[in-house]
């Protein structure tokens, strides 16, 4: 009840031209207990109601009573029958005969591909003539991720929402340090989103003391964090200025440039650092340390280097096959990718998003990212925090 969730419930309901009655509502008494409601939608038409009973199991409605899946053959490539089930990034479970079939690496706003008795989420343009899928509201369950409760004050709380730049620094890098080893010791991999601000607040250092502790598996970026993490391992400089000095330099606005030819001269990243051009940042410790990361361009892009993905489906694939295995997810300044890599991420995966910028986390949140966990602070501060916690002997240079 303290969620809001059926509030929310009831007003979709009534956005969607539809109406309701509570039949049954059980109040919890404790944070810890659980509320039951149960409610009669009902609708214009049966096209309306399934749209709308879609609608609601974002919120982790379910029929009382959903039946079977109905299945439809896709007839044209890049198309979904009418009344395909639009998907959302809960757990998922869908009956199939006499079976509940699950939902691997649930996804926002996909079809449900049914094959060889598996079931996935499957974006529109991957979807091909030919293919079964999962049609109506019938016979789809979702499970929302179980709200952590803190008695102690200092665990990290999945599910809070919460956007604030007044709670203690100290306190919110302790409970990210903390779920990020739990992470680690179970297994599991810990993925970042990062923007140039990394680099232009000088915490590069830091981000290469994480990648090299362990702590950073997986990095999603466009073209610019690279570039300037690039030219400050080459020249010195972020967008020309020093960053030793703070100050700008003689022909610096080239620098970026040059970066980019220089990797495009030797090939790819991987080939620079391999051939000691490279020598150093964050991109030479994700080489030399074998980590994983995926750059996607954007039509503002310079060069761009040459390990971007310019066609942005291929890159949202290349992002989906680095999500298997991944238990925590840190997004720090950049709005678009961490909005791109929210919209890919299953909702059971801890997310949070560090920005100087309250709209960042807000937006992630408005896109239906609900999980995410959101702290305003500077990104050079906060990293430099971080790696402290995690990293043994860590100082600021």
Request: charged share 20%; glycine share 10%.
């Amino acid at each position: 009840m303290d969620t809001g969730v059926l509030a929310r419930v009831l007003d979709d309901v009534l956005a969607y031209g539809g109406d309701y009655r509570i039949d049954r509502l059980d109040v919890g008494r404790a944070h810890e207990d659980e509320s039951y409601a149960r409610i009669v939608v009902t609708s214009a038409d049966d096209d309306a109601l399934a749209r709308l009973l879609m609608r609601l199991q974002a919120h982790g409605v379910n029929q009382v009573t959903p039946g079977e899946a109905v299945l439809r053959t896709v007839e044209r490539d890049g198309v979904f029958p009418d009344d395909f089930y639009s998907t959302t990034n809960l757990e998922t479970v869908v009956r199939i005969g006499a079976a509940w079939v699950p939902v691997e690496q649930p996804e926002m706003d996909c079809g449900l591909l049914v094959l060889d008795g598996r079931i996935r989420t499957i974006p529109v343009s991957d979807v091909r003539a030919g293919d079964t899928v999962v049609c109506g509201a019938g016979g789809v369950k979702v499970v929302l991720p179980q709200r952590e409760h803190s008695k102690d004050g200092d665990s990290f709380e999945f599910m809070s929402s919460s956007v604030s730049s007044e709670k203690p620094q100290s306190l919110l890098l302790r409970q990210i340090a903390q779920q990020m080893r739990e992470v680690k010791a179970d297994g599991g991999k810990v993925l970042w989103v990062g923007g140039p601000a990394v680099v232009h607040t000088g915490a590069a250092p830091a981000m290469v003391a994480l990648v090299e502790a362990g702590y950073v598996d997986v990095l999603f970026a466009g073209n610019a964090l690279a570039t300037h993490d690039i030219e400050a391992s080459l020249y010195g400089t972020s967008l020309g200025v020093d960053l030793a000095m703070g100050k700008g330099v003689e022909h610096g606005h080239e620098h970026h440039i040059r970066a980019i030819n220089q990797m495009r001269k030797a090939g790819s990243i991987a080939a620079a650092v391999e051939q000691g051009v490279l020598t150093s940042g964050v991109m030479h410790a994700m080489v030399t340390h074998q980590k994983r990361f995926v750059l996607v361009g954007s039509v503002r892009d310079d060069g761009p280097l040459p390990d971007v993905h310019t066609d942005v489906i291929v890159g949202q694939r290349a992002m989906r096959a680095e999500l298997p295995g991944v238990g925590f997810a840190i997004m720090v300044a950049t709005m678009l990718h961490s909005i791109a890599t929210g919209n890919i991420l299953p909702a059971s995966i801890p997310l949070v998003c560090v920005d100087i910028n309250p709209a960042t986390v807000t937006k992630l949140a408005d896109r239906g990212s609900a999980q995410a966990v959101g702290i305003v602070t500077d990104i050079g501060l906060f990293l430099e925090g971080l790696a402290r916690e995690l990293v043994p002997g860590f100082t600021v240079g």
